[in-house]
């Protein structure tokens, strides 16, 4: 079956503007985490959502992130007023949070680049 | 709070045993886990250890924890060429909450 697939794959960026980043999730997953990888940071905690709400939200760096999950199934990170320091890979991830399997499926991500 | 460590690089020969070392400070931690990330992919999960779990094995792979030390290992043995990757040692509190992880060790294998 189908992986998590995130979209898109790369994006370049000018500083100040706003950028959408897309997760979908493997079909019937309720869990759905984001992640940022940037050098010498590692894997940060960005939000987790169970179904459509956020019961997670501490590792958004700071207003300018937003997350939001419709329908418990698709999600969208956004970024308003991009600064170089938000140059990283963002990851996506889900799960199902039930049963003996506490696996978090990865997406292949998707590498911002703020210029 | 939580702190996950790793060494950042660790080199070997094809054949030989690896050992990748992690530790945690959160005596909380319920679950560890192992990823590996392939050049330009994403986080594939390995394994994972219950905490009341002190060691499981996999096919090639081992992992041993000690509470104690709060101390995880992965061994990997027989290690091929094809296990260079960037290894991620992770920890949660629960199965369903979100992942503390380290900054990854990068292992090398030379044929």
């Known amino acids: 079956g189908a992986g998590v697939s995130q979209s898109p794959s790369n994006k370049v960026t000018e500083k100040g503007k706003d950028v959408e980043l897309r997760c979908d999730p493997i079909?019937?997953?309720?869990?759905l985490y984001w992640y940022r990888q940037s050098l010498g940071q590692g894997l940060e905690f960005l939000i987790y959502f169970q179904g459509n709400s956020a019961p997670d939200k501490s590792g958004l760096p700071s207003d300018r992130f937003s997350a939001e999950r419709t329908g418990g199934s698709v999600s969208t990170l956004t970024i308003q007023r991009t600064q170089q320091e938000d140059s990283a890979v963002y990851l996506c991830a889900s799960g199902m949070n039930s049963g003996p399997s506490y696996e978090q499926y990865f997406g292949p991500g998707t590498r911002l680049t703020v210029t | 709070g939580e702190d996950v460590e790793q060494s950042l690089f660790l080199s070997v020969r094809e054949g030989d045993s690896s050992v990748i070392n992690c530790t945690y400070t959160d005596s909380s931690s319920t679950y560890l886990y192992w990823y590996k990330q392939e050049p330009g992919a994403g986080l594939q999960l390995l394994t994972y250890?219950?905490?009341?779990?002190d060691m499981k094995q996999d096919q090639r792979l081992t992992v041993l924890l000690n509470k104690k030390d709060k101390h995880l290992s992965l061994r990997i043995a027989d290690t091929q060429t094809g296990d260079s990757a960037i290894y991620f040692c992770a920890e949660s509190l629960s199965g369903y909450s979100t992942l503390t992880f380290g900054k990854g060790t990068m292992l090398l294998v030379s044929p």
């Open positions: 250890i219950f905490s009341n779990m």
């Open positions: 079909s019937g997953h309720t869990a």
